[in-house]
């Protein structure tokens, strides 16, 4: 039997989709210039308001960054979010903004109002996984969604979650997030991936062109069909750039109890 997961009623409501993009880089980057394209189809589809979009990072523009990531040497210094937003804005005469400031976990500590419906973290450690993890499942946070996506060199893989939360109440159809799929994902103590370097030809041997601009493109699809028909029958997918593999993360409750074990019995071995 296929298991679908439904919109929560009243999420496509009489405002814009609130869309939090947490990292500019290779993958926040790609995401980020999708998102307009993402915005006119929802006003296509009827509704109106389409989407408002902040994107975070206090990260600035480098020569390395030229190489594999939207970048001009004209934008070298200046500010990876600020650059984006501008030309996006310019572009397609939207008035997103841009927070050129680094995601910490009183970011998410204002209004209500201001929460983000969907938060799309776009960041490559666990220790900053682990930061939005802890703020997206504050019992009074209200975000209803977290799309995280990551990659290695030649492989990465797109989650969509609902964070328990005060909008997301514990249900069995409740969709899992990356960090309750894996938790190794935002295990800071495990250590880290080598941060990116200033060459760019190691830059090129740690993450291949591409991989990025395939994962955001393959999640925004995602979202497209979610936004579209209210449903979906998978959460996710891992894409290997090396055998040209892209397998979904089916919706299956099953899953998550495995899981349980599988960490229960981990935590018995220690």
Same mark, same amino acid.
């Given at each position: 039997m296929r298991i679908e997961h439904s919109?929560?009623?009243?999420?496509?409501?009489?405002?814009?989709?609130?869309?939090?993009?947490?990292?500019?880089?290779?993958?926040?980057?790609?995401? @980020?210039?999708? @998102?307009?394209?993402?915005?006119?189809?929802?006003?296509?589809?009827g509704h109106p308001y389409g989407l408002?979009?902040?994107?975070?990072?206090?990260?600035?523009?480098?020569?390395?960054?030229?190489?594999?990531?939207?970048?001009?040497?004209?934008?070298?210094?200046?500010?990876?979010?600020?650059?984006?937003?501008?030309?996006?804005?310019?572009?397609?005469?939207?008035?997103?903004?841009?927070?050129?400031?680094?995601?910490?976990?009183?970011?998410?500590?204002?209004?209500?109002?201001?929460?983000?419906?969907?938060?799309?973290?776009?960041?490559?450690?666990?220790?900053?996984?682990?930061?939005?993890?802890?703020?997206?499942?504050?019992?009074?946070?209200?975000?209803?969604?977290?799309?995280?996506?990551?990659?290695?060199?030649?492989?990465?893989?797109?989650?969509?979650?609902?964070?328990?939360?005060?909008?997301?109440?514990?249900?069995a159809t409740r969709l899992r997030t990356?960090?309750?799929?894996?938790?190794?994902?935002?295990?800071?103590?495990?250590?880290?991936?080598? @941060?990116?370097?200033?060459?760019?030809?190691?830059?090129?041997?740690?993450?291949?062109?591409?991989?990025?601009?395939?994962?955001?493109?393959?999640?925004?699809?995602?979202?497209?069909?979610?936004?579209?028909?209210?449903? @979906?029958?998978?959460?996710?997918?891992?894409?290997?750039?090396?055998?040209?593999?892209?397998?979904?993360?089916?919706?299956?409750?099953?899953?998550?109890?495995?899981?349980?074990?599988?960490?229960?019995?981990?935590?018995?071995?220690?």
């Amino acid at each position: 039997m296929r298991i679908e997961h439904s919109l929560p009623p009243g999420f496509l409501c009489r405002r814009p989709v609130r869309v939090l993009v947490v990292g500019a880089g290779g993958t926040g980057s790609a995401i @980020l210039m999708g @998102l307009p394209y993402l915005h006119q189809a929802m006003r296509v589809w009827g509704h109106p308001y389409g989407l408002q979009v902040s994107i975070m990072d206090a990260d600035t523009v480098s020569e390395t960054n030229c190489v594999r990531q939207p970048f001009s040497a004209s934008d070298i210094g200046q500010k990876k979010a600020t650059v984006l937003v501008n030309r996006i804005n310019m572009f397609w005469g939207t008035t997103w903004s841009a927070e050129p400031s680094f995601f910490n976990e009183r970011t998410l500590r204002g209004s209500h109002d201001d929460a983000p419906d969907l938060l799309i973290g776009c960041v490559d450690t666990r220790a900053a996984r682990k930061v939005i993890d802890q703020a997206v499942t504050r019992p009074m946070h209200r975000t209803t969604y977290w799309l995280d996506i990551g990659n290695n060199a030649a492989s990465g893989q797109y989650v969509l979650g609902q964070p328990l939360n005060s909008r997301n109440k514990r249900a069995a159809t409740r969709l899992r997030t990356v960090s309750e799929l894996y938790p190794e994902i935002v295990d800071s103590a495990a250590g880290e991936d080598p @941060l990116p370097t200033c060459s760019a030809i190691e830059a090129l041997e740690r993450q291949e062109p591409f991989i990025n601009q395939t994962l955001a493109s393959s999640a925004l699809a995602m979202l497209a069909r979610l936004f579209r028909y209210g449903r @979906l029958n998978h959460h996710g997918a891992f894409f290997n750039a090396e055998t040209g593999r892209m397998s979904a993360l089916p919706i299956d409750p099953q899953m998550w109890m495995k899981v349980r074990r599988r960490n229960r019995q981990l935590r018995a071995a220690a």
